[in-house]
């Protein structure tokens, strides 16, 4: 047998050409073969990389089981019915297979304590540093730039510099509809404001100055504060040439995205936990504004702006890596726990078969022991009548542990049974309290 | 006269697969004709079983693995290959693979003083 080449089990590649392979005959038919491996693999109940674990070793045996079989004459769909018979029934061997790579599945009430503590804590960090979005602070972060790049890119654009424009402004005195018009010009763009807002600001008489180098939004932001209706009602986008000032939640609502987010690293009866810790995380948060959190075929489909999308990555994978450490603490202390058992079981049963084997040994000694003390002179009968209450004795204790051994023996199998049951027994339906 | 039917029980089926893991690295199908070949046919270990505690084995640290990509030598170069999972022995496999053969090896030696027993009866 030569010696495997170690390749990282994680890497999921389809082989590429090869030179040389293996001296063998012609491939068995994929898509019988691909047909049986994705109804088993459907019936798994396992995380997707275990999954094509699981279907890449099965995929070995079969397609060698194949290969053997048509070298005997076998034609390819009898060679593949036989080998796939020889698998046993499907739903059988990925029952089998779930049970073997399965977690215990203890569902509790202080993993759930657990998980909203996380993204509690998460979200509580999150409203600390997510930056507000309207105020009166007159900080690079405080308007909103819509654009059409996904939320992250949307969310560090904002507070990019390098990447904003500058241009040099100087004005003094200007109404606000002028001002406005230089600032959008001095960037290349059109002001854009609504023939309502138009004839609103034109009723007030405040002027506004601006001197200096700014970015756009450093300019819009000085503008808005000499908004008459104070820039906590206003706020501006971007769209293409047009700077656009409107009411805050139109742009809230115009930076609106929608994600979709992979849930196959946990089990799915997970999954609701998640999105109820991933929603209140959000709602509890600044950014929570137009924002909806809905489980839709194994992912978490989530709509709400940037900054909400950003807490959810982080959120998720802090979930992810604190479930994983979970899991890999919870495995290898199952691990320990049945090794543990399984030495005592092994160690049990030697030390039945030792007791047993005394006890043989004992009992033939004190076979015809009778008849040998009538054989002895009167003055030796006591000596040996001695002997056989220590032989007694002896075997009494021996039986003693014997029994406790047996019953030791018998309550480690029912651990085990159950164990091994459990899984199928929580599953049955439980009676209804109607009946 | 024919002997009675023999069942490979889990205790078995363990010291088995790791007597075989014992010589040489190998693979789940390998390991299944390894077993059916041994025993004249007499032993059977099926996927639904091998399988399972192969995992077992994996979970508990007695056997280590890796992945061989495996491609057939074809008339055509664009034939998909597959991969292979290969089991070798660890040391803590190794050991209990020893307490396997001496828990059997007692037995043994108990069931003989039976037999032999028996033959001076018959």
């Known amino acids: 047998m030569t010696e495997p080449t170690s390749t990282p089990s994680s890497a999921r590649t389809r082989p590429s050409k090869s030179k040389r392979g293996e001296v063998g005959v012609k491939p068995s038919a994929p898509d019988s073969v691909e047909t049986w491996l994705d109804m088993l693999v459907s019936m798994l109940a396992l995380p997707k990389p275990e999954r094509e674990r699981v279907r890449d070793e099965l995929e070995d045996h079969l397609r060698s089981r194949i290969d053997d079989l048509l070298i005997t004459g076998l034609t390819e769909p009898e060679a593949l019915h036989k080998a796939a018979s020889e698998l046993g029934e499907t739903a059988d061997l990925a029952r089998q297979l779930t049970r073997a790579h399965g977690p215990k599945r203890k569902r509790t009430y202080a993993m759930h304590a657990a998980l909203f503590a996380l993204a509690g804590s998460i979200a509580a960090v999150g409203i600390m540093t997510i930056s507000p979005t309207t105020g009166t602070r007159q900080s690079p972060n405080a308007a909103i730039v819509v654009s059409d790049k996904p939320a992250a890119e949307q969310h560090a654009a904002a507070g990019n510099h390098a990447e904003n424009p500058t241009a040099q402004i100087d004005f003094q005195d200007l109404p606000f509809p002028e001002a406005f018009r230089v600032v959008a010009e001095s960037f290349g763009k059109s002001p854009g404001l609504s023939a309502t807002m138009l004839r609103r600001y034109r009723e007030h008489e405040t002027k506004s100055s601006m001197t200096g180098t700014f970015t756009l939004d450093e300019a819009m932001n000085r503008l808005l504060s000499y908004d008459p209706y104070g820039n906590q009602s206003k706020a501006y986008y971007v769209d293409n040439d047009v700077v656009v000032i409107t009411d805050p939640m139109v742009v809230i609502r115009r930076s609106i995205r929608t994600a979709t987010y992979e849930m196959d690293w946990i089990e799915s009866y997970e999954h609701g936990d998640i999105m109820v810790a991933t929603r209140m995380a959000i709602e509890n948060s600044p950014a929570s504004q137009f924002s909806q959190v809905s489980i839709a075929a194994g992912s978490m489909l989530i709509t709400a702006r940037p900054e909400a999308h950003v807490l959810a990555e982080r959120i998720l994978l802090d979930l992810r890596n604190n479930y994983e450490s979970r899991r890999r603490a919870e495995l290898a202390t199952e691990a320990k726990a049945a090794e543990a058992i399984e030495v005592e079981y092994a160690s049990l049963l030697e030390r039945k078969f030792e007791l047993n084997y005394q006890l043989d040994v004992l009992g033939h000694q004190s076979l015809g022991s009778h008849g040998r003390r009538n054989d002895l002179p009167e003055d030796e009968r006591e000596a040996f009548d001695t002997d056989m209450r220590e032989l007694n004795s002896k075997v009494d204790r021996l039986r003693y542990e014997l029994k406790e051994v047996v019953e030791r023996l018998a309550h480690i199998r029912a651990h085990l049974i159950k164990t091994e049951y459990a899984p199928i027994l929580n599953r049955l339906p439980t009676r209804s309290t109607t009946e | ?122």
């Open chain 2, 1 to 122: 006269m024919p002997s009675l039917p023999i069942s490979l029980k889990p205790d078995h089926s363990e010291l088995v697969v790791l007597a075989i893991l014992g010589q040489a690295p190998s693979y789940g199908y390998s390991i299944s004709k390894a077993i059916a070949a041994r025993s004249d046919g007499d032993f059977k270990l099926a996927p639904s079983n091998l399988y399972p505690l192969l995992t077992r084995l994996e979970k508990q640290g007695l056997v280590t693995t890796s992945w061989e990509e495996v491609k057939a030598n074809t008339a055509d170069p664009d034939a998909g290959g597959r991969k292979r999972k290969w089991y070798r022995l660890s040391a803590k496999g190794k050991k209990r693979l020893a307490q396997h053969v001496e828990s059997m090896r007692r037995m043994q030696d108990i069931l003989d003083s039976f037999v032999q027993s028996s033959g001076a009866l018959a």
